[in-house]
Nanobody, 129 residues
Framework: QVRLIESGGGLVQAGDSLTLSCADS??????????MGWFRQAPGNEREFVAA????????KYGEVVQGRFTISRDNAKATIHLRMNALKPEDTAVYYC????????????????????WGQGTQVTVSS
């Protein structure tokens, strides 16, 4: 059974960096999940795509608002993904959710939250100005 656990959230200042991690604490079969990604949701806003990565590190997609500042990486052996967030802005404040998509036939990671079957509980990131 897949169980995604996020860690690494916290309170930082604008311009700081932070790294989020997501591990499968269930079956340890995260490497069997085709795509793993991050979404975020701020109060009053819809859930927003951040980044996603396939089994191959070459299969990566980023949301426009984080392109160039965030980097997603994946360690299949450890069933873990990371999100390195640089140059953080107050508008990056949100709950960040880890998600997993079993479908291995998509040519690229999807930005649509509806296709992701597995979700973590979320970790809060707060960026002060």
């Amino acid at each position: 059974q897949v169980r995604l656990i996020e860690s690494g959230g916290g309170l930082v200042q604008a311009g700081d960096s932070l790294t989020l991690s997501c591990a499968d604490s269930g079956s340890g079969a995260t490497s069997g999940i085709a795509v793993m990604g991050w979404f975020r949701q701020a109060p009053g806003n819809e859930r927003e795509f951040v980044a996603a990565v396939g089994r191959s590190a070459a299969s990566v997609k980023y949301g426009e608002v984080v392109q160039g500042r965030f980097t997603i990486s994946r360690d299949n052996a450890k069933a873990t993904i990371h999100l390195r967030m640089n140059a953080l802005k107050p508008e990056d404040t949100a709950v960040y959710y880890c998600a997993g998509d079993r479908n291995s036939f998509r040519p690229l990671p999807s930005m649509n939250s509806n296709v992701y079957e597995y979700w973590g509980q979320g970790t809060q990131v707060t960026v002060s100005s």
